[in-house]
């Protein structure tokens, strides 16, 4: 049977699991190992079949599809948690994915808009769980364990589930939602055809994915490898993102190709062994957020084949950079042939496009726009290379663009960018919206721990120079305006590692606002401190004449 003969995911995940049956597709960490737990598609089948028997023991019994509530999911993502997911589906219930990442209102407006009655939850949530309560009515049982799944009774015949329709294609298989990054969430309704078209994507190689299952992408790779038949290898969620523990998995399992974001790439490739370690892949694939240029060079200049993709929850995969090797144009974007005719770049009068998705674009699952009808503005930014056509370089979003006080408008990714790509920096932030000039928040790494804020700025100062070398006189950035912050601090990101901006710059307030009163009272500012009226004086004029006369100025004009 072929993919477009499948009706529903769980029709598909079982014949895949058939026809691959003896390759291991996944390789999980579990608490009870040091090591990774490797499943075949057939094992995994039945370890779904025991999730969907875990689940029946909890009242949640087999549905119709058409009709099945919404159950949530939220919690650690591993193997368990995976069997679960798949287990709800087998069962005939939609699933909503959630990010335990975020606040108690995105929570809630996600449940209410999804009309989700039942949550799965582990027990480390119990503040946000308890304030949930409160909040909304819901029945919030515990996530079943992973063990609770791994010793089920082996021996039970496959669970017997009713037999699907074609017309079940079009039924939400999952419920993901969006970043949240620059407001509250949106759900974003995933349907059983889009994993099936989804799952033939992707380059057949096995793949080290650090994303998370409740990433679309960590979700849509696991459906990848059973078609694939090659080996997904998940990171262990419970250790800390480190180049050192990536470079472990890297060196141990040798996978083809390695799928993460842009700041894991920095760890590794700061780690000993790391350049060495990312070299080994056939694809090194960066997603979720820009890979900073002189990080992207870096690695590129070192022989390391990076590639970015470029897509979304609501419009699906859109664009990559992969090209042959030796092409050295790793940061420049080609659409995907079966997607270029549905989409639309738009000139903003800048030399920047805006990149928009038509109505007929058919991996598109929401609008926003009526210009043109059912559109999906993505307010993503570009810029066409010199030279060669159809190749797009991505600058940034709408949202990061920081106006200043007189209209100028900074995009701080490069800034941003070459500041972070030094070692003893984890993370760096412009801020600066309406005001006279803008400044930047600087968190230490950990190399930088032991450093004070004044041997660290004095270190790094070189480096800030180099950048404001790059950008134009507007986008400097002063030493005065050089917020240091310790390594332990966070800047709010999504769970694809892009910055929350907004919701980062009213953490930091009080930070920003000392730091201008400084300038203000070192240098002063550009105000006299007089009132308008003494101004006035000397040539005899009150205000409500010179307002009058700038009145009749402006309509002779």
């Not at 420049?332 to 042939?337: A, G, I, S, V």
């Not at 309406?434 to 070189?462: C, Q, T």
Request: aromatic share 8%; charged share 20%; proline share 6%.
């Amino acid at each position: 049977m072929y993919l477009r003969d499948v009706r529903v995911i769980d029709e598909f995940f079982r014949l895949e699991s058939h026809s691959n049956k003896q390759l291991p597709v996944l390789a999980c960490p579990t608490k009870t190992s040091s090591g990774y737990k490797f499943c075949s598609a057939i094992e995994l089948d039945i370890l779904v079949d025991r999730a969907a028997r875990c689940l029946c023991a909890r009242g949640l019994n087999v549905q119709n599809r058409a009709t099945a509530p919404t159950v949530g999911i939220l919690g650690p993502t591993n193997l368990g948690y995976l069997m679960i997911a798949c287990g709800l589906s087998r069962l005939g219930y939609t699933a909503l994915i959630l990010s335990p990442r975020l606040s108690l209102t995105a929570y809630v407006a996600l449940i209410k808009e999804t009309s989700c009655k039942i949550l799965l939850s582990s027990s480390q949530r119990v503040e946000v769980l308890s304030q949930l309560k409160s909040s909304i009515s819901i029945s919030i049982l515990d996530l079943i364990d992973e063990d609770e799944v791994l010793l089920e009774n082996p021996h039970l015949p496959l669970f017997q589930i009713p037999s699907s329709s074609l017309s079940d294609k079009s039924l939400t298989a999952y419920v993901m939602h969006s970043s949240g990054s620059t407001g509250l969430p949106k759900p974003i309704y995933q349907s059983h055809q889009r994993y099936i078209s989804n799952a033939s994507n992707g380059f057949g190689l096995s793949a080290f994915v650090t994303l998370p299952l409740y990433h679309a992408y960590g979700f849509g790779a696991f459906y990848r490898a059973l078609v694939h038949g090659t080996l997904l290898i998940l990171y262990d969620g419970s250790i800390p993102v480190t180049g050192k523990n990536m470079v472990q998995v890297i060196e141990t399992l040798r996978p083809q190709q390695v799928s993460t974001v842009p700041y894991s790439l920095k760890l590794i490739s700061e780690e000993k062994g790391g350049i060495e370690a990312l070299r080994s892949y056939k694809i090194v694939a960066y997603h979720g957020s820009p890979c900073p240029v002189e990080l992207g060079d870096r690695l590129s200049e070192n022989g390391i084949h990076i590639v970015g993709h470029l897509g979304s929850t609501e419009a699906g995969a859109l664009a990559t950079t992969m090209r042959p090797r030796g092409d050295d144009n790793w940061n420049y974007f080609r659409f995907l042939p079966s997607v270029k005719p549905h989409l639309w770049m738009k000139p903003l009068g800048t030399g920047d496009f805006e990149l928009v998705c038509l109505d007929s674009l058919p991996t598109k699952v929401i609008s926003n726009s009526d210009e043109p009808l059912n559109s999906l503005h993505t307010r993503d930014l570009f810029e066409p290379h010199p030279k060669i056509s159809e190749a797009w370089k991505y600058l940034g979003r709408i949202d990061d663009r920081i106006t200043l006080l007189n209209g100028e408008k900074i995009l701080p990714l490069p800034i941003e960018g070459l500041i972070q790509d030094n070692p003893l920096v984890q993370e760096a932030v412009v801020f600066g919206i309406n005001r006279a000039v803008p400044g930047i928040l600087i968190f230490k790494s950990h190399l930088a721990d032991e450093m004070s804020s004044e041997a660290f700025l004095g270190y790094l100062w070189p480096t800030i120079e180099r950048a404001n070398k790059k950008a134009e006189a507007f986008s400097q950035i002063g030493k005065d305006l050089v917020i240091v912050l310790s390594a332990g601090v966070k800047f709010p990101k999504t769970d694809n590692g892009s910055l929350i901006r907004l919701t980062g710059y009213q953490k930091f307030h009080k930070e920003i606002e000392e730091s201008y009163h400084r300038v203000e009272i070192s240098e002063g500012t550009l105000a006299l401190g007089l009132s308008i009226e003494s101004a006035l004086d000397p040539v005899d004029l009150r205000v409500d004449e010179v307002d009058d006369r700038l009145r009749r100025l402006a309509y002779v004009m």
